[in-house]
């Protein structure tokens, strides 16, 4: 039996909330596709595990580790897509962000093979991270 898309969604974003990489990353089917929104340096689309861990990873190098994300809404799953509100914020050096997003999960077999983020101002989330 496959578990379901919210349940796979849930595991992920505790598993992020808690800062557990392994159990975060293992929510991810090893051919993921991650789109991530804007015109910043992390902006483009990740394809792959290994390509997705490295986006977080250095989200959180960038952020000097304060780069967190929070689940503000109930999890709204429509088969295989799970649409989760969010609120995500950072520091670095003498910037910050906080802002909503929703992030956009598709689930299938069990693993997340898919995300579509999306920030409430694209234009204060580009400019925190900043351009390579």
Given at each position: ?132
């Amino acid at each position: 039996m496959t578990t379901q898309p919210a349940t796979i969604a849930r595991i992920y974003f505790e598993a992020l909330r808690r800062g557990d990489v392994p159990t975060l990353m293992n929510q991810f089917a090893q051919d993921v596709v991650w789109h991530q929104p804007g015109e910043n340096r992390f902006s483009g689309i990740h394809r792959g595990v290994d390509s997705v861990g490295a986006l977080i990873g250095g989200m959180m190098r960038l952020s000097d580790g304060s780069f967190a994300l929070e689940v503000t809404g109930p999890l709204m799953a429509n088969g295989d897509l799970v649409a989760v509100p969010v609120r995500f914020t950072g520091r670095r050096e003498d910037a910050s962000m906080d802002m909503s997003g929703v992030d956009l999960l598709t689930v299938r077999d069990g693993k997340i093979v898919e995300m579509h983020l999306f920030s409430e101002d694209g234009a204060a989330e580009d400019a925190f991270w900043g351009t390579v």
